[in-house]
């Protein structure tokens, strides 16, 4: 079992950054993949980014490629999201999720095991 919490979020201006924190605990964190989904407000959960433990595989969606980033400290059993030029369609919930290997389709949540709570970021325009 793995325990997610994300923290991070907040209200910014179109083209600030923001990152994102996600503490893991519980079972082994090296053995898991993980990801950042976002959800926004009458639309479904889709896909930001992953990264493998190792960072031997690495996706991101199209909309957020060449502004978001994702990383892992090993040590601290933290997965970031380092997000900049932020636009205001950004805007969502942003959920962590873990899984014990890598996804075939990463970009379905139906692959992802384990989910935090989410953390809100608003980005005014």
């Known amino acids: 079992q793995v325990q997610l919490v994300e923290s991070g979020g907040g209200l910014v201006q179109a083209g600030d950054s923001l990152r994102l924190s996600c503490a893991a605990s519980?079972?082994?964190?090296?053995?898991?993949?993980m990801g950042w989904f976002r959800q926004a407000p009458g639309k479904e959960r889709e896909f930001v980014a992953s990264?493998?433990?190792?960072?031997?595989?690495?996706n991101y969606a199209d909309s957020v490629k060449g502004r978001f980033t994702i990383s892992i400290d090993n040590a601290k059993n933290t997965v970031y999201l380092q997000m900049n030029s932020l636009k205001h369609e950004d805007t969502a919930i942003y959920y962590c999720a873990a899984e014990p290997f890598y996804p075939r389709n990463v970009y379905s949540p139906h692959e992802w095991g384990y989910w935090g709570q989410g953390t809100q970021v608003t980005v005014s325009s």
């Open positions: 519980g079972r082994t964190f090296s053995m898991y993949a």
């Open positions: 990264l493998s433990w190792k960072s031997d595989y690495r």
